[in-house]
Every structure is written in structure tokens, then in C-alpha cells.
């Protein structure tokens, strides 16, 4: 299988030759994100598990931009970021159900005791992308007020 980045890059050629717009501008920011993150870690390119982390951070900011566009009924700006996010799920890990979440959770209590630095850090690293922070601490607080 080919690595992440190449398949980015094989998708953003494809968008350009078929002038989808929307798409070519959303794999550029992609690549420019990953740039960015090479040149501060001071590497060439990155491996496809940092990859992923650029995109749960961009897929991050367009759901807050997703938010913000609902509160300023903003009509244009929350079709075009639900566009782009939709974009960059396809290349994200399928996220895991609460139902997988919550198991990954009473592992963490489990190994690690009622800590929520040590629940979720453990959550996180298993989760590895295929999760949201938001709401991994969510139900890591609902599970941590139940106590043992």
C-alpha cells in the first residue's frame, strides 16, 4: 500500500487535472501543513503517523470553524469548511465508536487507576488518530466520576 503522502499526492494531481477547486485548494493547505511540520521537526518528510497528527489538527480546525460559521449564521463559510472536512476524513482513520472508546477506557482505569493524565494518555496513544480529544476527556470525566 502506498504511504499517506503519496496518496495525497496522486490525489492532488487527479483534483488538478479534473479542476475541482475546493479540493486542490484543501490537499494544499494539506501539504503546506505537513511542510511546516517537517521543516520545525527539522525532516525531510514525515512518517505516515505524524501525517495523521497534521490532519486531526486541520480536521480540528475546521470543525471549530464549523461551529463558529453556526453561531454567525454563516452560510457560505459552513459549506465550504463541512466540504473540507469531509475531504479530510477521507484520509483520517476511521474514528472508533464510543462503545470501542469505552473499553479503551476501562483498560486505561484499569492499568492505570482513576487518574485522568495517565487514563488519557493511554487512551490517546491507543486511539493513535482515530479518536477526538474532545471527546476521549469527555468520557474519560464520565467515567472517572463513577470511581471504581
Do not use: F
Not at 487535472?17 to 520545525?40: C, F, H, M, P, W
Not at 503517523?49 to 454563516?74: G, M
Amino acid at each position: 500500500m502506498a504511504g499517506l503522502l503519496e496518496r495525497l499526492e496522486a490525489d492532488y494531481k487527479t483534483a488538478l487535472k479534473a479542476g475541482e477547486r475546493l479540493r486542490v485548494d484543501t490537499l494544499r493547505l494539506i501539504k503546506a501543513g505537513i511542510q511546516r511540520v517537517a521543516s520545525d521537526k527539522r525532516k525531510e518528510t514525515l512518517d505516515d503517523q505524524e501525517i495523521i497528527q497534521v490532519l486531526t489538527q486541520q480536521a480540528k480546525q475546521r470543525r471549530e470553524t464549523i461551529e463558529s460559521a453556526k453561531q454567525a449564521n454563516r452560510q457560505d463559510v459552513l459549506a465550504q469548511a463541512t466540504q473540507e472536512l469531509a475531504i479530510l476524513n477521507a484520509y483520517l482513520p476511521q474514528q472508533l465508536s464510543p462503545e470501542a472508546l469505552n473499553q479503551l477506557i476501562e483498560e486505561a482505569v484499569a492499568a492505570h487507576g482513576l487518574n485522568q493524565g495517565p487514563v488519557m494518555k493511554y487512551v490517546m496513544g491507543k486511539a493513535s488518530g482515530a479518536a477526538d480529544g474532545k471527546v476521549v476527556s469527555q468520557l474519560v470525566g464520565e467515567r472517572l466520576k463513577k470511581g471504581s
